[in-house]
């Protein structure tokens, strides 16, 4: 490799406009930890991520790259840094995209700055992980509920078939409305359920019903758990998974960092198990 | 750590967490430091929107409706009708839907595009249309 003089320190990626001195470029803020995790993820962290320090707690960079940016790629990257981290002990992932001036400006500006809340709400996060149980129908088998359920959609269905094609239009519309709000209507009930079977094992759960990207998705169910009792937890969502097994198919995503309960954590004062529906 | 019993089969767990699956967890989460020592957010905020668009409810309520047909058993009766005669006797109102139906189906793909080329380049980029 030639290397011509004077361009030594130069960063290979350093774009125009920004200064040589990484000390002095944008930088994503990932998460907050303690000083003492960081020090023991120090040699696991991918490429271009960083420590920076105040007292006892860490901030976790990344120099944001010149353009283009690729938003998958950074927020799969970001993900994937805090979830590992996280499964080492307690980090407050801070909302995706958040740039802050310099390195330095995360040291003075956000970890002096709230310093007590941020240690406070690392203290309540340790030992807990989040872990999402994300619910779908299946199809059929919910649309034969409804139709048991609710005889008029079974009647206006044979109505609707009766005619001939092309002049049902109007009629299969206001057929699938109905079912789909029948089926929306199932929605709450058995997301309480989802929340029955796993409320013991947890110490916080969300309740997040699908803004509606997806018919068949019914929503997450968000959880903290303890990571002592993630088989547990698992269990009991796998009883539940298999008594459902015929109408509806139950994900566990996780463990993974906090990115649901940081804010809360750091906003309020910790008590004791809390069921918050999101709706 | 992950202990299998006889029922936890019945639990899934996606191997690799792709965007689909990262998405609606992340995005919007996590802990939001003071605005005003902020620099930006980057411009998410509209990559989510169009992410989340709602699947336009005509669409969705043809897909509910072709579910009835399948779950109920029997066949639907044939009228002996002809296509030709079906596309003679359309109603306005029929046509009104339909056309509201593509309109409906051009915009969604249209939404999807753009998500596609914003998230352009990524791991997992069309992995959400697996329904």
Not at chain 1, 150 to 179: F, I, M, S, T
Request: proline residues 8%; hydrophobic residues 40%.
């Amino acid at each position: 490799m030639s290397t011509r003089p004077g361009t030594l320190s130069a960063p290979p990626d350093g774009g125009p406009g920004l200064s040589d001195d990484p000390a002095q470029h944008p930088c994503y803020l990932y998460g907050i930890l303690s000083r003492e995790l960081a020090a023991a993820a120090l040699d696991d962290l991918p490429p271009g991520c960083q420590f920076v320090y105040h007292r006892e707690l860490a901030g976790l960079i990344r120099p944001v790259p010149p353009p283009p940016h690729h938003p998958t790629a950074q927020l799969l990257g970001y993900a994937d840094t805090l979830d590992r981290l996280a499964a080492t002990g307690p980090v407050l992932p801070i909302r995706f995209g958040t740039i802050l001036a310099t390195p330095t400006a995360v040291a003075t500006e956000v970890l002096a700055l709230r310093y007590d809340t941020y240690t406070a709400a690392l203290a309540a996060l340790t030992g807990l992980v989040q872990l999402v149980l994300r619910m779908r129908y299946r199809p059929d088998a919910v649309v034969r509920e409804v139709l048991v359920e609710q005889p008029r959609l079974a009647r206006l269905h044979q109505r609707v078939r009766r005619q001939p094609p092309g002049r049902d239009g109007a009629g299969r519309l206001q057929l699938g409305e109905l079912v789909a709000a029948a089926v929306a209507g199932k929605r709450s009930p058995d997301l309480a359920a989802v929340v029955e079977t796993v409320r013991e094992h947890a110490a916080r759960i969300h309740v997040v019903p699908d803004p509606g990207t997806d018919p068949e998705r019914v929503g997450d169910v968000v959880c903290l758990v303890a990571r002592s009792r993630i088989s547990e937890f698992e269990a009991a969502a796998a009883t539940l998974a298999h008594r459902w097994r015929e109408r509806a198919r139950l994900q566990v995503l996780g463990p993974m960092a906090a990115y649901h309960f940081a804010d809360e954590l750091a906003t309020d004062t910790i008590g004791g198990p809390t069921v918050l529906d999101d709706r | 750590m992950t202990v299998v019993t006889s029922t936890n089969q019945y639990l899934e767990r996606p191997r690799a967490s792709g965007l689909a699956e990262v998405v609606d967890i992340i995005l919007d989460k996590g802990l939001v430091v003071d605005a005003f020592v902020r620099v930006s957010l980057l411009g998410l905020e509209l990559l989510t929107i169009d992410a989340r668009i709602v699947v336009a409810s005509v669409d969705t309520y043809l897909r509910w409706a072709e579910t009835v047909d399948r779950v109920v058993l029997a066949p639907a009766p044939t009228t002996g009708v002809p296509e030709l005669l079906g596309g003679a006797v359309e109603g306005g109102s029929q046509r009104k839907v339909r056309g509201a139906a593509e309109g409906v189906q051009e915009k969604v793909g249209e939404a999807k595009d753009k998500v596609k080329e914003k998230l352009g380049g990524g791991k997992g980029k069309s992995e959400r249309g697996e329904g």
